[in-house]
Protein backbone atom coordinates (compact mmCIF):
# COMPACT_ATOMS: atom_id res chain seq x y z
CA UNK A 1 0.00 0.00 0.00
CA UNK A 2 2.68 2.84 -0.68
CA UNK A 3 0.96 4.28 -3.89
CA UNK A 4 -1.68 6.64 -3.50
CA UNK A 5 -4.49 6.72 -5.56
CA UNK A 6 -5.35 11.05 -5.55
CA UNK A 7 -8.89 10.16 -8.23
CA UNK A 8 -10.37 7.98 -5.68
CA UNK A 9 -8.35 9.36 -2.38
CA UNK A 10 -7.18 6.28 -0.78
CA UNK A 11 -3.96 3.68 -0.53
CA UNK A 12 -3.13 1.18 -2.87
CA UNK A 13 -0.31 -1.41 -3.62
CA UNK A 14 1.47 -1.05 -6.79
CA UNK A 15 -0.64 -3.70 -8.65
CA UNK A 16 -3.86 -2.22 -8.21
CA UNK A 17 -2.44 1.24 -9.97
CA UNK A 18 -1.85 -1.08 -13.15
CA UNK A 19 -5.41 -2.48 -12.94
CA UNK A 20 -8.54 -0.85 -11.11
CA UNK A 21 -6.75 2.25 -10.84
CA UNK A 22 -5.39 2.36 -14.17
CA UNK A 23 -5.54 6.14 -15.77
CA UNK A 24 -6.20 7.58 -12.31
CA UNK A 25 -3.84 10.06 -10.99
CA UNK A 26 -1.89 7.97 -8.80
CA UNK A 27 1.35 8.97 -7.10
CA UNK A 28 3.86 7.23 -4.42
CA UNK A 29 2.45 6.92 -0.61
CA UNK A 30 5.59 9.40 0.56
CA UNK A 31 4.97 12.03 -2.08
CA UNK A 32 1.48 12.57 -0.83
CA UNK A 33 2.31 12.24 2.51
CA UNK A 34 4.96 15.06 1.60
CA UNK A 35 2.04 17.56 0.08
CA UNK A 36 -0.27 16.99 2.67
CA UNK A 37 2.30 17.56 5.30
CA UNK A 38 2.62 20.60 3.55
CA UNK A 39 -0.76 21.24 4.02
CA UNK A 40 -1.10 20.47 7.27
CA UNK A 41 1.61 22.61 8.08
CA UNK A 42 -0.15 25.86 6.45
CA UNK A 43 -3.13 24.82 8.49
CA UNK A 44 -1.15 24.86 12.14
CA UNK A 45 0.65 28.17 10.62
CA UNK A 46 -3.11 29.58 10.89
CA UNK A 47 -4.31 28.33 13.80
CA UNK A 48 -1.40 29.18 15.88
CA UNK A 49 -1.88 32.90 14.10
CA UNK A 50 -5.67 32.84 14.86
CA UNK A 51 -4.42 31.40 18.59
CA UNK A 52 -2.16 34.47 18.58
CA UNK A 53 -4.72 36.73 17.72
CA UNK A 54 -7.50 35.32 19.96
CA UNK A 55 -4.95 35.67 22.46
CA UNK A 56 -4.30 39.05 22.24
CA UNK A 57 -8.25 39.70 21.91
CA UNK A 58 -8.13 37.96 24.91
CA UNK A 59 -5.64 40.07 26.58
CA UNK A 60 -7.55 43.22 25.12
CA UNK A 61 -10.80 42.39 26.28
CA UNK A 62 -8.74 41.65 30.36
CA UNK A 63 -7.35 44.98 30.00
CA UNK A 64 -11.07 45.85 29.37
CA UNK A 65 -12.64 44.49 32.10
CA UNK A 66 -9.86 46.10 34.23
CA UNK A 67 -10.70 49.30 33.22
CA UNK A 68 -14.53 49.06 33.61
CA UNK A 69 -13.52 47.59 36.99
CA UNK A 70 -11.63 50.81 37.64
CA UNK A 71 -13.86 53.36 36.21
CA UNK A 72 -16.70 51.72 37.76
CA UNK A 73 -14.83 52.00 41.21
CA UNK A 74 -13.19 55.59 40.74
CA UNK A 75 -16.89 56.49 39.85
CA UNK A 76 -18.64 54.80 43.15
CA UNK A 77 -15.76 56.37 44.99
CA UNK A 78 -16.10 59.88 43.62
CA UNK A 79 -19.78 59.93 43.67
CA UNK A 80 -20.05 59.10 46.91
CA UNK A 81 -17.95 61.80 48.08
CA UNK A 82 -19.30 64.28 46.40
CA UNK A 83 -23.05 62.97 47.00
CA UNK A 84 -22.18 62.93 50.43
CA UNK A 85 -20.38 66.43 50.16
CA UNK A 86 -24.15 67.11 48.54
CA UNK A 87 -25.96 66.26 51.26
CA UNK A 88 -23.78 67.63 53.99
CA UNK A 89 -23.53 71.12 51.77
CA UNK A 90 -28.05 70.55 52.28
CA UNK A 91 -27.94 69.36 55.98
CA UNK A 92 -25.54 72.81 56.62
CA UNK A 93 -28.03 74.97 54.31
CA UNK A 94 -31.00 73.87 56.03
CA UNK A 95 -29.12 73.93 59.53
CA UNK A 96 -28.63 77.75 58.46
CA UNK A 97 -32.53 78.45 57.14
CA UNK A 98 -33.63 77.00 60.15
CA UNK A 99 -31.06 79.27 62.55
CA UNK A 100 -32.11 82.19 60.40
CA UNK A 101 -35.74 81.68 60.48
CA UNK A 102 -35.39 81.16 64.95
CA UNK A 103 -33.39 84.73 64.70
CA UNK A 104 -35.81 86.01 62.90
CA UNK A 105 -38.25 84.81 64.94
CA UNK A 106 -36.60 85.91 67.90
CA UNK A 107 -36.47 89.41 66.57
CA UNK A 108 -39.90 89.59 65.84
CA UNK A 109 -41.06 88.47 68.83
CA UNK A 110 -38.97 90.26 70.89
CA UNK A 111 -40.04 94.03 68.78
CA UNK A 112 -44.08 92.35 69.36
CA UNK A 113 -43.59 92.37 72.84
CA UNK A 114 -41.77 95.22 73.27
CA UNK A 115 -44.76 97.49 72.16
CA UNK A 116 -47.17 95.45 73.66
CA UNK A 117 -45.40 96.31 77.01
CA UNK A 118 -45.63 100.12 75.70
CA UNK A 119 -49.42 99.81 75.17
CA UNK A 120 -49.70 98.03 78.42
CA UNK A 121 -47.75 100.97 80.33
CA UNK A 122 -50.05 103.62 78.65
CA UNK A 123 -53.29 101.60 79.26
CA UNK A 124 -52.43 101.64 83.19
CA UNK A 125 -51.89 104.88 82.79
CA UNK A 126 -55.27 105.65 81.53
CA UNK A 127 -56.87 103.68 83.96
CA UNK A 128 -55.34 105.93 86.92
CA UNK A 129 -55.91 109.42 85.19
CA UNK A 130 -59.20 107.78 84.26
CA UNK A 131 -59.78 107.24 87.83
CA UNK A 132 -58.43 110.99 89.17
CA UNK A 133 -60.87 112.23 86.85
CA UNK A 134 -64.18 110.17 87.81
CA UNK A 135 -63.31 111.18 91.29
CA UNK A 136 -63.12 115.01 90.60
CA UNK A 137 -65.88 114.80 88.40
CA UNK A 138 -67.93 114.09 91.89
CA UNK A 139 -66.84 116.70 93.68
CA UNK A 140 -69.62 118.70 94.46
CA UNK A 141 -67.95 121.73 95.50
CA UNK A 142 -67.27 123.87 92.93
CA UNK A 143 -64.34 125.86 94.56
CA UNK A 144 -62.54 122.20 95.54
CA UNK A 145 -62.80 121.40 91.64
CA UNK A 146 -60.99 124.24 90.32
CA UNK A 147 -58.36 123.99 92.88
CA UNK A 148 -57.58 120.62 92.11
CA UNK A 149 -58.27 120.26 88.20
CA UNK A 150 -55.05 122.24 87.41
CA UNK A 151 -52.81 119.87 89.30
CA UNK A 152 -54.18 116.76 87.11
CA UNK A 153 -51.30 115.70 85.23
CA UNK A 154 -51.51 115.62 81.48
CA UNK A 155 -51.84 112.82 79.13
CA UNK A 156 -48.51 111.66 78.08
CA UNK A 157 -47.87 111.49 74.23
CA UNK A 158 -50.32 108.13 72.86
CA UNK A 159 -48.24 105.18 70.98
CA UNK A 160 -48.16 106.03 67.38
CA UNK A 161 -50.81 103.24 65.71
CA UNK A 162 -48.48 103.13 62.67
CA UNK A 163 -45.54 101.55 64.51
CA UNK A 164 -47.57 98.95 64.84
CA UNK A 165 -46.68 96.42 61.81
CA UNK A 166 -49.17 93.23 61.76
CA UNK A 167 -48.56 90.79 59.00
CA UNK A 168 -51.34 87.86 59.86
CA UNK A 169 -49.63 84.83 58.55
CA UNK A 170 -47.01 85.68 56.64
CA UNK A 171 -43.94 86.08 58.25
CA UNK A 172 -41.94 83.55 56.70
CA UNK A 173 -44.07 82.39 54.10
CA UNK A 174 -41.49 84.06 51.56
CA UNK A 175 -38.59 81.75 52.83
CA UNK A 176 -40.95 78.44 52.52
CA UNK A 177 -41.37 79.74 48.94
CA UNK A 178 -37.76 80.04 48.33
CA UNK A 179 -37.38 76.93 49.35
CA UNK A 180 -40.07 74.79 47.71
CA UNK A 181 -38.66 76.84 44.77
CA UNK A 182 -35.04 75.41 45.48
CA UNK A 183 -36.29 71.84 45.58
CA UNK A 184 -38.40 71.87 42.33
CA UNK A 185 -35.11 72.86 40.55
CA UNK A 186 -32.85 70.76 42.17
CA UNK A 187 -35.92 67.52 41.06
CA UNK A 188 -35.19 68.90 37.62
CA UNK A 189 -31.08 68.97 37.87
CA UNK A 190 -31.56 65.44 39.27
CA UNK A 191 -34.05 64.16 36.71
CA UNK A 192 -31.70 65.41 33.87
CA UNK A 193 -28.48 64.13 35.36
CA UNK A 194 -30.36 60.65 35.74
CA UNK A 195 -31.10 60.56 32.47
CA UNK A 196 -27.87 61.41 31.29
CA UNK A 197 -26.41 58.46 33.63
CA UNK A 198 -28.97 56.10 32.92
CA UNK A 199 -28.17 56.82 28.96
CA UNK A 200 -24.36 56.59 29.23
CA UNK A 201 -25.28 52.79 31.11
CA UNK A 202 -26.89 52.02 28.12
CA UNK A 203 -24.21 52.56 25.44
CA UNK A 204 -21.45 50.40 27.87
CA UNK A 205 -22.07 47.55 25.92
CA UNK A 206 -18.76 45.88 24.86
CA UNK A 207 -20.58 43.46 22.62
CA UNK A 208 -22.99 44.58 20.43
CA UNK A 209 -26.63 43.15 20.77
CA UNK A 210 -28.44 41.78 17.97
CA UNK A 211 -31.24 44.21 16.43
CA UNK A 212 -34.97 42.84 17.25
CA UNK A 213 -37.12 42.57 14.38
CA UNK A 214 -39.73 45.91 14.05
CA UNK A 215 -43.12 44.92 14.60
CA UNK A 216 -45.14 43.92 12.50
CA UNK A 217 -49.23 43.81 13.76
CA UNK A 218 -50.48 46.12 16.10
CA UNK A 219 -51.02 43.32 18.82
CA UNK A 220 -47.43 43.24 18.74
CA UNK A 221 -46.73 47.33 18.68
CA UNK A 222 -48.85 47.53 21.78
CA UNK A 223 -45.99 44.50 23.04
CA UNK A 224 -43.89 47.85 23.44
CA UNK A 225 -46.59 50.26 24.33
CA UNK A 226 -45.40 53.49 26.76
CA UNK A 227 -47.74 56.17 28.55
CA UNK A 228 -46.63 59.46 27.40
CA UNK A 229 -47.89 62.40 29.61
CA UNK A 230 -46.61 66.20 28.79
CA UNK A 231 -44.79 68.28 30.84
CA UNK A 232 -46.15 71.42 32.41
CA UNK A 233 -42.71 73.23 32.64
CA UNK A 234 -42.25 72.95 29.01
CA UNK A 235 -45.76 74.52 27.73
CA UNK A 236 -45.98 77.33 25.60
CA UNK A 237 -48.46 79.55 27.06
CA UNK A 238 -51.16 79.16 24.39
CA UNK A 239 -51.33 75.17 24.70
CA UNK A 240 -54.13 74.20 27.66
CA UNK A 241 -53.39 70.95 29.25
CA UNK A 242 -56.07 68.78 30.29
CA UNK A 243 -56.59 64.79 30.63
CA UNK A 244 -53.60 64.12 33.17
CA UNK A 245 -51.60 66.29 31.37
CA UNK A 246 -52.10 63.47 28.12
CA UNK A 247 -53.93 66.25 26.08
CA UNK A 248 -52.79 69.65 24.25
CA UNK A 249 -55.12 72.18 22.85
CA UNK A 250 -54.52 75.40 20.90
CA UNK A 251 -56.21 78.19 23.09
CA UNK A 252 -56.97 81.86 21.45
CA UNK A 253 -56.07 83.14 25.17
CA UNK A 254 -52.84 83.01 26.73
CA UNK A 255 -52.80 80.35 29.67
CA UNK A 256 -51.42 81.27 33.20
CA UNK A 257 -47.78 79.12 33.70
CA UNK A 258 -45.81 80.18 36.14
CA UNK A 259 -41.87 81.20 34.62
CA UNK A 260 -39.62 78.39 33.90
CA UNK A 261 -36.33 77.98 32.04
CA UNK A 262 -37.50 74.87 30.13
CA UNK A 263 -40.86 76.44 28.78
CA UNK A 264 -41.36 77.43 24.78
CA UNK A 265 -41.82 80.81 24.18
CA UNK A 266 -42.38 81.73 20.95
CA UNK A 267 -43.26 78.21 19.04
CA UNK A 268 -46.47 76.40 20.09
CA UNK A 269 -44.65 73.26 21.45
CA UNK A 270 -44.74 71.36 23.99
CA UNK A 271 -42.65 67.98 25.04
CA UNK A 272 -43.06 64.99 27.03
CA UNK A 273 -42.28 64.08 30.70
CA UNK A 274 -40.91 60.97 29.62
CA UNK A 275 -37.18 60.45 28.35
CA UNK A 276 -37.13 57.75 25.77
CA UNK A 277 -34.68 54.91 25.16
CA UNK A 278 -35.22 51.35 23.82
CA UNK A 279 -38.01 50.49 21.93
CA UNK A 280 -41.01 52.20 22.48
CA UNK A 281 -44.20 52.83 20.77
CA UNK A 282 -47.17 55.31 21.90
CA UNK A 283 -50.31 56.83 19.48
CA UNK A 284 -51.94 60.41 19.12
CA UNK A 285 -55.40 61.18 18.01
CA UNK A 286 -55.39 65.03 16.74
CA UNK A 287 -57.96 67.35 15.50
CA UNK A 288 -58.51 70.23 13.55
CA UNK A 289 -55.61 71.40 11.08
CA UNK A 290 -52.44 71.48 12.10
CA UNK A 291 -50.94 68.99 14.59
CA UNK A 292 -47.08 68.25 14.57
CA UNK A 293 -45.85 64.86 16.20
CA UNK A 294 -42.65 65.01 16.66
CA UNK A 295 -39.51 63.36 18.66
CA UNK A 296 -36.56 65.38 20.19
CA UNK A 297 -34.04 65.81 22.37
CA UNK A 298 -34.38 67.62 25.47
CA UNK A 299 -31.79 70.40 24.84
CA UNK A 300 -33.39 71.72 21.91
CA UNK A 301 -34.11 75.50 22.40
CA UNK A 302 -36.55 77.17 24.14
CA UNK A 303 -37.00 80.77 22.40
CA UNK A 304 -35.33 82.00 19.27
CA UNK A 305 -35.74 81.44 15.38
CA UNK A 306 -37.64 78.65 13.79
CA UNK A 307 -34.47 76.75 12.75
CA UNK A 308 -33.10 76.26 16.75
CA UNK A 309 -36.68 75.82 18.24
CA UNK A 310 -39.31 74.31 15.98
CA UNK A 311 -39.40 70.80 15.62
CA UNK A 312 -38.27 69.22 12.40
CA UNK A 313 -36.00 72.53 11.69
CA UNK A 314 -33.16 71.48 13.08
CA UNK A 315 -31.00 68.74 13.52
CA UNK A 316 -32.04 67.82 17.46
CA UNK A 317 -35.83 66.82 15.77
CA UNK A 318 -37.67 64.32 13.54
CA UNK A 319 -41.34 65.73 13.06
CA UNK A 320 -44.45 64.36 11.24
CA UNK A 321 -46.79 67.37 10.37
CA UNK A 322 -50.16 65.85 10.10
CA UNK A 323 -52.62 68.65 7.90
CA UNK A 324 -56.30 67.25 7.39
CA UNK A 325 -56.21 69.31 3.94
CA UNK A 326 -53.58 67.61 2.42
CA UNK A 327 -50.92 64.89 2.77
CA UNK A 328 -48.22 64.02 5.23
CA UNK A 329 -45.05 65.92 5.79
CA UNK A 330 -41.65 64.88 7.23
CA UNK A 331 -39.21 67.12 8.26
CA UNK A 332 -35.72 67.05 9.88
CA UNK A 333 -32.83 69.38 9.84
CA UNK A 334 -35.00 71.88 7.56
CA UNK A 335 -35.26 69.53 4.97
CA UNK A 336 -39.30 68.33 4.09
CA UNK A 337 -40.56 65.65 2.78
CA UNK A 338 -43.63 64.64 1.19
CA UNK A 339 -45.42 61.81 2.32
CA UNK A 340 -48.13 60.09 0.90
CA UNK A 341 -50.70 57.37 3.24
CA UNK A 342 -53.98 57.28 4.56
CA UNK A 343 -56.08 60.09 6.20
CA UNK A 344 -56.67 59.12 9.79
CA UNK A 345 -56.83 61.19 13.47
CA UNK A 346 -54.72 58.56 14.81
CA UNK A 347 -51.20 58.29 14.32
CA UNK A 348 -48.70 55.66 15.75
CA UNK A 349 -45.03 56.04 16.76
CA UNK A 350 -42.42 53.07 16.53
CA UNK A 351 -38.87 54.04 17.84
CA UNK A 352 -35.80 51.67 18.32
CA UNK A 353 -33.44 53.54 20.26
CA UNK A 354 -30.76 51.53 20.19
CA UNK A 355 -31.05 50.44 16.69
CA UNK A 356 -31.98 54.21 15.55
CA UNK A 357 -35.41 53.46 13.91
CA UNK A 358 -38.07 55.57 14.23
CA UNK A 359 -41.50 54.77 12.09
CA UNK A 360 -44.88 56.73 11.60
CA UNK A 361 -47.95 55.02 10.78
CA UNK A 362 -51.44 55.98 9.88
CA UNK A 363 -53.96 53.49 12.41
CA UNK A 364 -57.54 53.28 11.70
CA UNK A 365 -58.56 49.14 11.06
CA UNK A 366 -55.59 48.44 9.58
CA UNK A 367 -51.77 49.96 10.15
CA UNK A 368 -50.26 51.61 7.65
CA UNK A 369 -46.62 52.33 7.07
CA UNK A 370 -45.94 56.55 6.41
CA UNK A 371 -42.72 57.02 6.66
CA UNK A 372 -39.31 55.43 8.60
CA UNK A 373 -36.11 56.97 9.63
CA UNK A 374 -33.14 55.04 10.09
CA UNK A 375 -30.38 57.17 11.79
CA UNK A 376 -27.84 57.51 15.04
CA UNK A 377 -29.53 58.74 18.29
CA UNK A 378 -27.05 59.88 20.53
CA UNK A 379 -29.23 61.13 23.62
CA UNK A 380 -32.10 59.78 24.90
CA UNK A 381 -35.70 61.31 22.99
CA UNK A 382 -38.58 63.37 24.01
CA UNK A 383 -42.11 63.06 22.01
CA UNK A 384 -42.80 66.59 21.07
CA UNK A 385 -46.14 68.42 19.79
CA UNK A 386 -46.14 71.36 17.97
CA UNK A 387 -49.63 73.27 16.56
CA UNK A 388 -49.30 75.39 13.99
CA UNK A 389 -53.02 75.91 12.70
CA UNK A 390 -56.23 77.14 14.17
CA UNK A 391 -57.47 77.83 17.74
CA UNK A 392 -59.17 74.58 19.23
CA UNK A 393 -56.58 71.80 17.65
CA UNK A 394 -55.86 69.30 20.13
CA UNK A 395 -53.68 66.50 20.23
CA UNK A 396 -54.06 63.42 22.80
CA UNK A 397 -52.14 60.50 24.32
CA UNK A 398 -53.88 57.31 24.14
CA UNK A 399 -54.39 54.89 26.42
CA UNK A 400 -53.05 51.76 25.19
CA UNK A 401 -54.03 48.35 26.66
Not at 108 to 122: A, F, G, M, N, P
Not at 149 to 157: K, M
Not at 284 to 309: D, F, H, L, P, Q
Request: hydrophobic content about 30%.
Amino acid sequence: MKMFCRTDQQCICYLCSMEEHKDHNTVSAAAERTERQRELELSRQKIQQRIQDREKDVKVLQQEVKAINGSADKAVEDSEKILTQLIRLIKKRSSDVKQQIRSQQETEVSRVKELQEKLEQEITELKRKDAELKQLSHTEDHTQFLHNYPSLSRLSESTDSSSINIRPLRYFEDVTAAVSELRDKLQDILRETWMKISFTKDEMEVLPSNPQPEPKTRAEFLQYSRQITLDPNTVNTQLLLSEGDRRATLMREEQSYSSHPDRFIRWRQVLSRESLTGSCYWEVEWRRKRVTVAVTYRNINRAGSMNECAFGFNDKSWALECNCSSSYKFRHNGIKTPVSGPQSSRLGVYLDHRAGILSFYSVSETMTLLHRVQTTFTQPLHVGLWFSGYNGATAKFCELE
